[in-house]
């Protein structure tokens, strides 16, 4: 892996998030979120033998337009977040078939209707998970969601969750070993916010 560009492009994604308009984006998701699925990338990848440059990459990039266009719109999000991973790695002098390996992890990192078939994009989608699971992410998007403000929201809000949690644990890990780390997480979110 070369550390000095890799950690170059850290640096750059540490502050695109902190330059965001959005508080959440701004004060919390890059420490809560992105820097824990890069850190789960890293491992598994080099655990599995996977490039582990170009699935760090993947991690650093996976939700980047988040700061700027938002999670509203699926779509927006996507094409966005892969223009700029494609301008910033190009910036860097990643060659075509690099950049276009980040993208082919990025675009099926949901599991929603698409699923990775790539190492790459595999090891993308398990750290994402893992980043949900095994951090305190769930319980910081609601401190910084202005509009999770009364009763009607925060259920709509622990209902969304439960079915983020099932995707995450069911369909977006790819490493057995991992779903069995996380399971007992999985379980314990699950009994927080299923509460009536
Ligand atoms: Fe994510």
Known sequence: MNKAKTDKIRDFV???????????????????????????????????????????????????????V??????????????????????????QEDINEVKIAIIPHSCKDKFPTTDIGKVLATADALGHLLTDVYLVLPICDEEINDEASWNEYKEWIVKKIDRDINNKIFFEKYRKLAY???EAIKSIFSTE
């Not at 892969?82 to 860097?92: A, D, G, H, S, V």
């Open 184 to 186: 007992p997480r999985y």
């Open 70 to 95: 938002g999670f509203d719109d699926d779509n927006k999000l996507m094409n966005e977040t892969l223009k700029i991973t494609e301008k910033i790695m190009r910036e860097n002098n990643y060659s």
């Open 14 to 68: 540490k502050e695109f998030y902190k330059n965001s308009s959005d508080n959440c984006m701004s004060g919390w998701f890059y420490d809560h979120h992105v820097k824990h699925v890069a850190k789960y990338a890293e491992q598994i990848a080099q655990e599995y033998n996977i490039n582990v440059e170009l699935s760090v990459l993947s991690a650093l990039f996976h939700d980047i337009a988040g700061a700027t």
